[in-house]
């Protein structure tokens, strides 16, 4: 098991640099110069190279890189052009909001999907097995703007129930934006669900947990289910890496202080070094997630472990 971490580990180094590279590239990408936007249209032209100078925009490109690199490294991402503070400050104050929308959206989906996929394997065909087919597809096709503005105009406008948007420390702020990220994730894990279970309902294992006169939710449960989860697993971890780094949209509809939101401002604002700093942390988190994902997975099937040693 150390030799399998230890290389999925090492086989993460060259996804992470290519990511900053991608990410560094984000600075000549874009339109506009750094210096400029720091100080002005009308700044002298002594002070705008001395601030170039001083950022090291003066610099080749590729040592302007390693520079950058070598100081994210020791978690220093720069200081963000629109309030000067680091931006690693800015990001670390913002992550735990994006994080626990993202758990709650998570746990929402596992507890929808799971159950709602193992009742339509085991009844196919049936109207319980339509009704969840039907709503699988809706929550994977629905547009999550389109989701997040009903919502707010049904409970926030017309019922009055549930406030419109903000975090204030209240379970109530929660409802509609966890209900919106969790939609979309119910939805797929409750195909994966399915397909899994009705694979494995027709094991040979089954069938001989049957023959031995096993009670039918025990069969399910502790011999299907077990084995199909294996699957599901990893789609719950996928979803959870998409909507650390997907909930842009979620959290621009209900004002919702994340990291998400941090994106968008400093796009809005060119505030480079913050874009920069956001984007590292998606990829940083979601390359991360992926590695815990692959290390449970192979925790629960250890077949894995012999097929990569």
Same mark, same amino acid.
């Given at each position: 098991?150390?030799?399998?971490?230890?290389?999925?580990?090492?086989?993460?180094?060259?996804?992470?640099?290519?990511?900053?590279?991608?990410?560094?590239?984000?600075?000549?990408?874009?339109?506009?110069?750094?210096?400029?936007?720091?100080?002005?249209?009308?700044?002298?032209?002594?002070?705008?190279?001395?601030?170039?100078?001083?950022?090291?925009?003066?610099?080749?490109?590729?040592?302007?890189?390693?520079?950058?690199?070598?100081?994210?490294?020791?978690?220093?991402?720069?200081?963000?052009?629109?309030?000067?503070?680091?931006?690693?400050?800015?990001?670390?104050?913002?992550?735990?909001?994006?994080?626990?929308?993202?758990?709650?959206?998570?746990?929402?989906?596992?507890?929808?999907?799971?159950?709602?996929?193992?009742?339509?394997?085991?009844?196919?065909?049936?109207?319980?097995?339509?009704?969840?087919?039907?709503?699988?597809?809706?929550?994977?096709?629905?547009?999550?703007?389109?989701?997040?503005?009903?919502?707010?105009?049904?409970?926030?406008?017309?019922?009055?129930?549930?406030?419109?948007?903000?975090? %204030?420390?209240?379970?109530?702020?929660?409802?509609?934006? +966890? !209900? #919106?990220?969790?939609?979309? *994730?119910?939805?797929? =894990?409750? /195909?994966?669900?399915?397909?899994?279970?009705?694979?494995?309902?027709?094991?040979?294992?089954?069938?001989?947990?049957?023959?031995?006169?096993?009670?039918?939710?025990?069969?399910?449960?502790?011999?299907?289910?077990?084995?199909?989860?294996?699957?599901?697993?990893?789609?719950?971890? %996928?979803?959870?890496?998409?909507?650390?780094?997907?909930? +842009? !949209? #979620?959290?621009?509809?209900? *004002?919702?202080?994340? =990291?998400? /939101?941090?994106?968008?401002?400093?796009?809005?604002?060119?505030?480079?070094?913050?874009?920069?700093?956001?984007?590292?942390?998606?990829?940083?988190?979601?390359?991360?997630?992926?590695?815990?994902?692959?290390?449970?997975?192979?925790?629960?099937?250890?077949?894995?472990?012999?097929?990569?040693?």
């Amino acid at each position: 098991m150390a030799q399998f971490v230890l290389k999925r580990f090492l086989m993460l180094v060259p996804v992470v640099l290519g990511v900053s590279v991608i990410v560094f590239g984000l600075l000549y990408l874009t339109p506009g110069d750094p210096a400029l936007l720091m100080l002005g249209e009308h700044a002298p032209q002594e002070q705008y190279l001395a601030l170039r100078e001083k950022l090291g925009l003066d610099l080749p490109v590729h040592i302007q890189y390693f520079r950058w690199l070598g100081r994210a490294v020791q978690l220093d991402l720069g200081d963000s052009i629109r309030s000067s503070r680091p931006v690693i400050e800015e990001i670390a104050s913002r992550l735990p909001g994006t994080a626990e929308l993202a758990f709650l959206a998570v746990l929402l989906a596992t507890l929808i999907g799971i159950p709602a996929g193992v009742i339509s394997a085991t009844r196919p065909n049936s109207w319980l097995d339509n009704i969840f087919t039907v709503l699988a597809l809706g929550g994977v096709s629905m547009p999550v703007f389109w989701q997040g503005l009903m919502l707010i105009i049904i409970f926030s406008v017309y019922l009055g129930w549930l406030p419109p948007s903000g975090r %204030l420390g209240s379970w109530e702020y929660f409802v509609l934006p +966890v !209900i #919106t990220l969790g939609t979309s *994730a119910a939805a797929s =894990i409750t /195909r994966m669900t399915r397909a899994t279970m009705l694979e494995a309902i027709h094991e040979d294992y089954v069938r001989t947990a049957r023959a031995k006169g096993l009670n039918e939710r025990r069969v399910i449960y502790r011999h299907a289910l077990r084995n199909a989860l294996l699957p599901v697993v990893t789609v719950i971890g %996928l979803e959870f890496g998409n909507l650390m780094a997907g909930a +842009v !949209i #979620t959290e621009t509809i209900f *004002a919702w202080p994340g =990291i998400g /939101r941090l994106a968008v401002d400093a796009i809005r604002t060119r505030d480079y070094p913050v874009v920069q700093g956001v984007v590292m942390t998606f990829a940083v988190s979601y390359v991360l997630i992926n590695l815990i994902v692959d290390l449970l997975y192979a925790y629960l099937d250890p077949r894995l472990r012999v097929r990569y040693h």
